[in-house]
């Protein structure tokens, strides 16, 4: 994979930091290469297909597009949300509608925010994100053009959601698609914020999205943060998310994957201060020859802090999937409370899970557990079903989207959770 | 209505049912007893068509039509009931989704209208009532969380909506208490009918106070020894399954 010279720094030219930082990203990536299976972290996840590919960086799109179609968690005819629209990667105001926000909030692409705002992506962009080591956030930093700022003030509640839509709009299957957007979200103390990615695909041409969110909370900042990725089944997406949660700060975040060919959330959060919570919760429904990734590191560094994590996966056919979930507690951060829950269902015997749930503590006063489980459907209940006259098909997909259904059903947003469950139930029934 | 005849069954090599003849008319409710082991949940599961068995030789029919043959959602719409000793849970279903669910399957197979979510608000709610139970129930997950009465209420209920030709009862009164017990057998009795048959299974006369059976049929060692009226319950209760050859408290 070489992507291509010519569009360095789209972004915003005459910010030396920022030029300084893209040249870093792509030096970097020069380096490293692409994650292959000989490294621990990818040793479940081949991107050889993805590196086979002659990508290029998505141009500028102008696709012709009725924000009246465009995906969204929120009932049509109800209060709308604050939303941003990216299509191949580029944000699109004519498709946005980010309505009217409390007093301070800032919500607009990055890279209009990088002519207002400089000083507090500079202090921000980054930071977590770091290029050295990780080929993915070294990428997305090079290449990087667009995204989206989210800022709260201190104390600021956004009483609606936020979304953003990302679309894929390939238009050669033979020379595809690739972008590297950037979600930054600053989160003032004591502020609150529902925030709903989509990502999709428009068409049947493969593109590939390296996505990178840093994600900044304040002291007693609560993020909901919830993405559904149903992009075509040519697609490659990976998305790294970073996350700092200060004291008192919560982050709840839900990962629904049905789409792409190989798909990769890497989550990674750091509890920075006493008395964090961190709710991390998914689910994955794949089948074809679809491989889904979920990888997380939920790092405790102060004590107090809790973490949950449910994930629940079905696989079909000869669809793959991998769960890598850390936990790691640091000394001194004492009377952690961390738990870590993984069930897949295999519905074909062709279908392959690799699970690895990974526990480090070096603190002395804590509750930690994880646990695992793959399993078919329960043969029981299947005769129950049909003993009433539920046929086998209908009492499979009832059992299926119950199993996932325990999952989607710790999203806090009603409005989110009722979203994604229908979104489970369409999978469940195609067509 | 219901024709068993020379049923022959085993689970993998081991015969468990070995030459079943019952007859039963529509409007008649029988009951089969016998010890632990004699076969008795093993009938009622064939007859609800769950995997794992293996019929040797033999036939059942239900109004003349092969049961055996059928799925056991086929057998559902066909008219079997059969009420489970243990209902299974359903972590994540609402029992009014799960009950819709089964109500519509039902239909459509019989050829009758499905109904939509108000209809079936209204017909479930009117059950409720004539069974005496609250709707509160229909939200909870099937049968999660339920007490034993609650979930034997439960299969009354959804016998109610399902209108069988053919409902068997399997240890229905095992894990309720004699309250418990008397509200689920004024449930099933209000179900009793001129054109529905039941089979009950059972251990202990008990049940038999509540559910008064027209016949009364011992099962031993995989085959029915002995057949009477009602009193023939009494009498096993006071003498045990002793003369069928079966030690109890061995």
Redesign the interface.
Known sequence: MTPDAEDYSRLTPGLPWLEALQTEGRRRFADLGLPTPRQEAWRFTNLGPLGRLPWRTAPPGSTTLVPESLPSVVPAGGPPSHRLVFVNGTWRPDLSSPGALPEGVVLTGLASALTDHAGLIEAHLGRLAAVDGHALIALNTGFLASGALLALPAGTVLERPVELVMMGAGTDAERPLAWHPRVLVVAGAGSRATLVEHHVSLNRHPGFANLVAELFLAPGAQLRHYKVQRENPESFHLATVTGRLQHDAGYEGFLLTTGGRLSRNEVRLVLDGAGATVTLNGAYLVRGRQHCDTTTLIDHAHPRGTSRQMFKGVLDAEARAVFQGQVLVRPGAQRTDGHQLHRALLLSDQAQIDAKPELEIHADDVKCSHGATVGDLDDDALFYLRARGIDRDCARALLIAAFVNEAIAEITDPTVATAFEALADGWLTPG | MLEITNLHASVGDRPILKGIDLSVQAGQVHAIMGPNGSGKSTLSYIL????GYTITEGAVTLDGRDLLAQ???E???SGVF?A?QY??E????SNA??LK???N??RR?RGEKELDAMEFLKLTRVKCRQLGMTDEMLKR?VNVGFSGGEKKRNEVL?MAL?DPRLAVLDETDSGLDIDALRIVADGVNALRGPDRAMLVITHYQRLLSYIVPDRVHVLAHGRIQRSGGKELALELEARGYAEFGVDEAA
């Open positions: 609800a068509g769950r995997e799925a056991p959602e057998r559902a719409a059969l489970f209902p299974v359903i972590p994540g279903v989704t799960f669910a089964a109500l399957g039902v197979r997950a959804q399902l």
